[in-house]
Protein backbone atom coordinates (compact mmCIF):
# COMPACT_ATOMS: atom_id res chain seq x y z
CA UNK A 1 0.00 0.00 0.00
CA UNK A 2 3.05 2.38 1.00
CA UNK A 3 4.56 1.67 -2.45
CA UNK A 4 1.30 2.23 -4.02
CA UNK A 5 1.18 5.35 -2.50
CA UNK A 6 4.31 6.51 -3.20
CA UNK A 7 4.28 5.77 -7.10
CA UNK A 8 0.81 7.61 -7.08
CA UNK A 9 2.35 10.53 -5.74
CA UNK A 10 5.32 10.81 -7.83
CA UNK A 11 3.59 9.70 -11.36
CA UNK A 12 1.50 12.98 -10.50
CA UNK A 13 4.85 14.74 -9.97
CA UNK A 14 6.42 13.86 -12.74
CA UNK A 15 2.86 14.84 -14.92
CA UNK A 16 3.29 18.51 -13.03
CA UNK A 17 6.96 19.14 -13.34
CA UNK A 18 7.32 18.60 -17.24
CA UNK A 19 4.56 20.99 -17.78
CA UNK A 20 6.77 23.97 -16.13
CA UNK A 21 9.19 23.82 -19.06
CA UNK A 22 6.93 22.45 -22.20
CA UNK A 23 3.86 24.30 -21.96
CA UNK A 24 2.07 25.03 -25.41
CA UNK A 25 4.32 27.76 -27.80
CA UNK A 26 0.98 29.96 -27.73
CA UNK A 27 0.59 29.64 -24.11
CA UNK A 28 4.75 31.12 -23.67
CA UNK A 29 4.35 33.52 -26.27
CA UNK A 30 1.17 35.42 -24.57
CA UNK A 31 3.46 34.76 -21.29
CA UNK A 32 6.22 37.11 -23.02
CA UNK A 33 4.51 39.11 -24.85
CA UNK A 34 2.48 40.47 -21.73
CA UNK A 35 5.54 40.97 -20.14
CA UNK A 36 6.51 43.15 -23.24
CA UNK A 37 3.15 44.71 -22.61
CA UNK A 38 4.18 45.76 -18.87
CA UNK A 39 7.34 47.05 -19.77
CA UNK A 40 6.08 49.49 -22.88
CA UNK A 41 3.12 50.62 -20.42
CA UNK A 42 5.18 50.91 -17.24
CA UNK A 43 6.11 54.87 -17.61
CA UNK A 44 2.40 55.89 -16.91
CA UNK A 45 1.39 57.36 -14.23
CA UNK A 46 -2.11 55.31 -13.75
CA UNK A 47 -2.77 53.15 -11.17
CA UNK A 48 -3.46 50.36 -13.43
CA UNK A 49 0.31 50.80 -15.11
CA UNK A 50 1.53 50.97 -11.81
CA UNK A 51 0.10 47.92 -10.34
CA UNK A 52 1.38 46.33 -13.92
CA UNK A 53 5.25 47.36 -13.04
CA UNK A 54 4.80 46.22 -9.84
CA UNK A 55 3.98 42.73 -11.53
CA UNK A 56 7.11 42.99 -13.91
CA UNK A 57 9.34 43.56 -10.64
CA UNK A 58 8.37 40.07 -9.49
CA UNK A 59 8.91 38.87 -13.26
CA UNK A 60 11.92 36.58 -13.22
CA UNK A 61 15.18 38.19 -13.80
CA UNK A 62 16.55 38.80 -17.54
CA UNK A 63 19.50 36.53 -16.72
CA UNK A 64 17.66 33.75 -17.02
CA UNK A 65 17.39 32.25 -20.70
CA UNK A 66 13.61 32.40 -22.04
CA UNK A 67 13.06 28.83 -21.28
CA UNK A 68 13.87 29.37 -17.47
CA UNK A 69 11.56 32.30 -17.31
CA UNK A 70 8.83 30.65 -18.57
CA UNK A 71 9.43 27.96 -16.10
CA UNK A 72 9.58 30.01 -13.67
CA UNK A 73 6.43 32.00 -14.53
CA UNK A 74 4.60 28.45 -14.70
CA UNK A 75 6.00 27.84 -11.63
CA UNK A 76 4.74 31.11 -9.79
CA UNK A 77 1.57 30.10 -11.43
CA UNK A 78 1.49 27.59 -9.86
CA UNK A 79 1.42 28.64 -6.38
CA UNK A 80 -2.57 29.81 -6.88
CA UNK A 81 -3.08 26.31 -7.36
CA UNK A 82 -3.06 24.83 -3.76
CA UNK A 83 -3.84 21.39 -4.69
CA UNK A 84 -1.80 21.02 -7.65
CA UNK A 85 1.30 23.13 -5.33
CA UNK A 86 0.82 20.46 -2.77
CA UNK A 87 1.39 17.46 -5.26
CA UNK A 88 4.25 19.73 -6.40
CA UNK A 89 6.13 20.12 -2.86
CA UNK A 90 5.57 16.48 -1.98
CA UNK A 91 7.44 15.18 -4.51
CA UNK A 92 10.33 17.83 -3.76
CA UNK A 93 10.33 16.47 -0.15
CA UNK A 94 10.18 12.94 -1.61
CA UNK A 95 13.54 13.76 -3.67
CA UNK A 96 14.53 15.72 -0.92
CA UNK A 97 14.38 12.28 1.51
CA UNK A 98 15.89 10.04 -1.54
CA UNK A 99 18.88 12.18 -1.81
CA UNK A 100 19.55 12.45 2.26
CA UNK A 101 18.02 15.49 3.36
CA UNK A 102 15.53 13.95 5.72
CA UNK A 103 12.23 15.70 5.00
CA UNK A 104 9.93 12.88 6.04
CA UNK A 105 6.76 12.58 6.43
CA UNK A 106 5.85 13.88 3.11
CA UNK A 107 3.43 16.37 3.70
CA UNK A 108 3.24 18.49 0.83
CA UNK A 109 3.18 21.84 2.85
CA UNK A 110 6.40 23.91 2.21
CA UNK A 111 7.55 24.00 6.12
CA UNK A 112 10.65 25.03 7.82
CA UNK A 113 12.53 21.82 7.77
CA UNK A 114 11.85 21.62 3.94
CA UNK A 115 13.35 24.92 3.19
CA UNK A 116 16.11 24.01 5.69
CA UNK A 117 16.16 20.76 3.48
CA UNK A 118 16.56 22.84 0.42
CA UNK A 119 19.17 25.38 1.41
CA UNK A 120 21.42 22.16 2.37
CA UNK A 121 20.77 21.20 -1.00
CA UNK A 122 21.70 24.00 -3.02
CA UNK A 123 24.78 24.72 -0.94
CA UNK A 124 26.08 20.68 -2.13
CA UNK A 125 24.55 21.27 -5.31
CA UNK A 126 26.56 24.63 -5.64
CA UNK A 127 22.88 26.54 -6.35
CA UNK A 128 22.43 30.00 -4.92
CA UNK A 129 21.21 28.88 -1.49
CA UNK A 130 17.66 30.47 -0.49
CA UNK A 131 15.80 27.70 0.79
CA UNK A 132 13.11 28.70 -1.97
CA UNK A 133 11.94 26.51 -5.05
CA UNK A 134 12.52 28.01 -8.08
CA UNK A 135 13.04 26.77 -11.08
CA UNK A 136 16.30 26.23 -11.10
CA UNK A 137 16.48 23.90 -8.10
CA UNK A 138 13.16 22.07 -9.45
CA UNK A 139 15.43 21.37 -12.59
CA UNK A 140 17.91 20.11 -10.61
CA UNK A 141 16.38 18.25 -8.22
CA UNK A 142 14.37 16.22 -11.51
CA UNK A 143 17.59 15.70 -12.69
CA UNK A 144 19.42 14.66 -10.15
CA UNK A 145 16.35 11.76 -9.57
CA UNK A 146 16.94 11.10 -13.53
CA UNK A 147 20.27 9.55 -12.68
CA UNK A 148 18.92 7.38 -9.75
CA UNK A 149 16.73 6.37 -11.73
CA UNK A 150 18.55 5.89 -14.77
CA UNK A 151 18.22 2.03 -16.44
CA UNK A 152 21.47 0.04 -16.89
CA UNK A 153 21.03 -2.36 -19.70
CA UNK A 154 22.79 -5.44 -19.74
CA UNK A 155 24.20 -5.74 -23.36
CA UNK A 156 25.18 -8.57 -25.44
CA UNK A 157 29.05 -9.58 -25.96
CA UNK A 158 31.15 -8.22 -29.06
CA UNK A 159 31.02 -11.57 -31.69
CA UNK A 160 32.50 -11.20 -35.16
CA UNK A 161 31.68 -14.05 -37.27
CA UNK A 162 34.07 -13.37 -40.27
CA UNK A 163 35.24 -17.40 -41.04
CA UNK A 164 32.98 -16.77 -44.70
CA UNK A 165 34.94 -13.48 -45.11
CA UNK A 166 34.33 -14.22 -49.24
CA UNK A 167 30.93 -14.38 -48.76
CA UNK A 168 29.09 -13.09 -45.34
CA UNK A 169 29.98 -11.23 -42.78
CA UNK A 170 27.98 -11.38 -39.26
CA UNK A 171 29.04 -8.55 -36.21
CA UNK A 172 27.18 -8.08 -33.54
CA UNK A 173 28.37 -5.38 -30.69
CA UNK A 174 27.69 -1.91 -28.84
CA UNK A 175 28.33 1.43 -30.60
CA UNK A 176 30.95 3.37 -28.55
CA UNK A 177 32.32 6.76 -29.41
CA UNK A 178 36.42 7.43 -29.18
CA UNK A 179 35.18 9.37 -25.98
CA UNK A 180 33.38 6.36 -24.37
CA UNK A 181 29.63 5.17 -24.40
CA UNK A 182 26.88 7.53 -23.57
CA UNK A 183 23.80 7.02 -21.29
CA UNK A 184 21.95 8.89 -22.96
CA UNK A 185 21.74 6.66 -25.68
CA UNK A 186 22.94 3.14 -25.23
CA UNK A 187 22.99 1.63 -28.75
CA UNK A 188 23.06 -2.46 -29.74
CA UNK A 189 23.66 -3.44 -33.43
CA UNK A 190 24.03 -6.31 -35.08
CA UNK A 191 25.09 -6.18 -38.92
CA UNK A 192 24.78 -8.50 -41.95
CA UNK A 193 27.33 -7.95 -44.80
CA UNK A 194 26.23 -9.61 -48.17
CA UNK A 195 29.11 -10.00 -51.03
CA UNK A 196 26.85 -11.13 -53.52
CA UNK A 197 24.45 -8.31 -53.02
CA UNK A 198 26.71 -5.76 -52.28
CA UNK A 199 24.97 -4.56 -48.87
CA UNK A 200 25.40 -4.55 -44.95
CA UNK A 201 21.70 -4.56 -43.45
CA UNK A 202 21.88 -2.97 -40.07
CA UNK A 203 19.63 -3.57 -37.19
CA UNK A 204 20.48 -1.26 -33.94
CA UNK A 205 18.28 -1.57 -30.71
CA UNK A 206 18.37 2.27 -29.19
CA UNK A 207 17.58 2.95 -25.75
CA UNK A 208 17.05 6.90 -24.91
CA UNK A 209 16.88 7.75 -21.10
CA UNK A 210 17.25 11.55 -21.63
CA UNK A 211 13.83 11.97 -20.65
CA UNK A 212 12.42 9.15 -19.73
CA UNK A 213 13.71 5.32 -20.94
CA UNK A 214 12.39 4.45 -24.28
CA UNK A 215 13.25 1.58 -26.66
CA UNK A 216 13.85 2.57 -30.42
CA UNK A 217 14.73 0.05 -33.51
CA UNK A 218 16.24 0.75 -36.51
CA UNK A 219 17.37 -1.26 -39.72
CA UNK A 220 19.64 0.77 -42.14
CA UNK A 221 20.64 -0.46 -45.21
CA UNK A 222 24.60 0.21 -46.53
CA UNK A 223 25.66 -0.10 -50.20
CA UNK A 224 29.20 -1.39 -50.25
CA UNK A 225 31.91 0.39 -52.51
CA UNK A 226 35.17 -1.98 -51.28
CA UNK A 227 35.36 -5.79 -49.78
CA UNK A 228 38.63 -6.96 -50.72
CA UNK A 229 40.86 -9.64 -48.43
CA UNK A 230 41.42 -7.18 -45.78
CA UNK A 231 38.53 -4.86 -45.07
CA UNK A 232 34.93 -3.53 -46.23
CA UNK A 233 34.42 -0.17 -46.84
CA UNK A 234 30.99 1.04 -47.30
CA UNK A 235 28.92 3.60 -49.58
CA UNK A 236 28.69 7.13 -47.88
CA UNK A 237 24.80 6.48 -46.15
CA UNK A 238 22.44 9.42 -45.62
CA UNK A 239 19.48 7.46 -44.06
CA UNK A 240 19.67 9.36 -41.26
CA UNK A 241 18.75 12.62 -40.14
CA UNK A 242 21.30 15.09 -39.96
CA UNK A 243 24.31 12.39 -40.69
CA UNK A 244 26.76 11.09 -43.13
CA UNK A 245 27.90 7.77 -42.01
CA UNK A 246 30.31 5.21 -43.55
CA UNK A 247 30.86 1.21 -42.40
CA UNK A 248 34.20 0.11 -42.25
CA UNK A 249 35.18 -3.75 -41.50
CA UNK A 250 38.99 -5.05 -40.73
CA UNK A 251 39.03 -8.78 -41.37
CA UNK A 252 42.92 -9.29 -39.57
CA UNK A 253 41.78 -7.52 -36.17
CA UNK A 254 37.81 -8.19 -36.46
CA UNK A 255 36.98 -4.60 -35.85
CA UNK A 256 34.37 -2.42 -37.01
CA UNK A 257 34.09 0.95 -36.86
CA UNK A 258 31.86 4.10 -37.83
CA UNK A 259 32.54 7.38 -38.99
CA UNK A 260 29.86 10.15 -38.73
CA UNK A 261 29.75 13.39 -39.90
CA UNK A 262 26.86 15.70 -38.53
CA UNK A 263 25.77 18.14 -40.75
CA UNK A 264 23.67 21.37 -39.32
CA UNK A 265 21.12 22.03 -42.27
CA UNK A 266 16.97 23.08 -42.04
CA UNK A 267 14.21 21.85 -39.61
CA UNK A 268 15.28 19.28 -37.21
CA UNK A 269 18.91 20.09 -38.20
CA UNK A 270 18.72 23.56 -37.57
CA UNK A 271 21.02 23.26 -34.15
CA UNK A 272 22.98 20.22 -35.09
CA UNK A 273 26.65 20.89 -33.93
CA UNK A 274 28.55 20.37 -37.12
CA UNK A 275 31.29 17.17 -36.37
CA UNK A 276 33.02 14.70 -37.12
CA UNK A 277 32.45 11.27 -34.89
CA UNK A 278 34.14 7.75 -34.99
CA UNK A 279 32.35 5.17 -33.46
CA UNK A 280 33.67 1.48 -32.74
CA UNK A 281 31.80 -1.73 -31.94
CA UNK A 282 32.50 -3.17 -29.03
CA UNK A 283 31.77 -5.80 -26.05
CA UNK A 284 28.49 -4.99 -24.13
CA UNK A 285 29.15 -5.98 -20.75
CA UNK A 286 32.40 -3.81 -20.56
CA UNK A 287 30.01 -0.93 -21.86
CA UNK A 288 27.97 -2.30 -18.84
CA UNK A 289 30.77 -1.73 -16.37
CA UNK A 290 31.15 1.45 -17.58
CA UNK A 291 28.13 3.10 -17.39
CA UNK A 292 27.30 1.18 -13.91
CA UNK A 293 31.07 3.12 -12.56
CA UNK A 294 29.55 5.96 -13.92
CA UNK A 295 26.49 5.96 -12.37
CA UNK A 296 28.09 4.82 -8.99
CA UNK A 297 29.86 8.21 -9.35
CA UNK A 298 27.42 10.67 -10.20
CA UNK A 299 25.06 9.07 -7.40
CA UNK A 300 27.46 9.67 -4.93
CA UNK A 301 27.16 13.46 -5.94
CA UNK A 302 23.82 13.75 -5.77
CA UNK A 303 23.76 12.05 -1.62
CA UNK A 304 24.06 13.71 1.20
CA UNK A 305 26.12 11.01 3.15
CA UNK A 306 26.95 11.48 7.07
CA UNK A 307 30.42 9.42 7.88
Known sequence: MVRTWF????????????????????????????????????????????????Q?????????????QRGQLELDSLKGKPKEYKVLVMGVQIFLGRFGYGTGPYTGKFDEQTKSALKKYQTHTGLPVTGELDYQTLTHLTDDNKVLDRPLPYLP?????????????????????????????VQTTKLYCFRKQKQC??????????H??????????????????EQLVSEPYDGE???????????RS???????AYQEGKGICANVE??????????????????????????QKILQVVE
Open 7 to 54: TTVLLSFTLITPALAEQSHQKHDDSMDNQNAIQTESSDSSPKAAEKSE
Open 56 to 68: NQNSPPPTLSRKA
Open 157 to 185: KYVFHGDQWDKAIEVEGTWASEAGPTSDA
Open 201 to 210: IESTAVLLVE
Open 212 to 229: APMLEVATHVYAIKEWDD
Open 241 to 251: ACTISILRMHR
Open 254 to 260: NTVTRFS
Open 274 to 299: TEDVQYRLIDGPDVFVNLQQRKAQEI
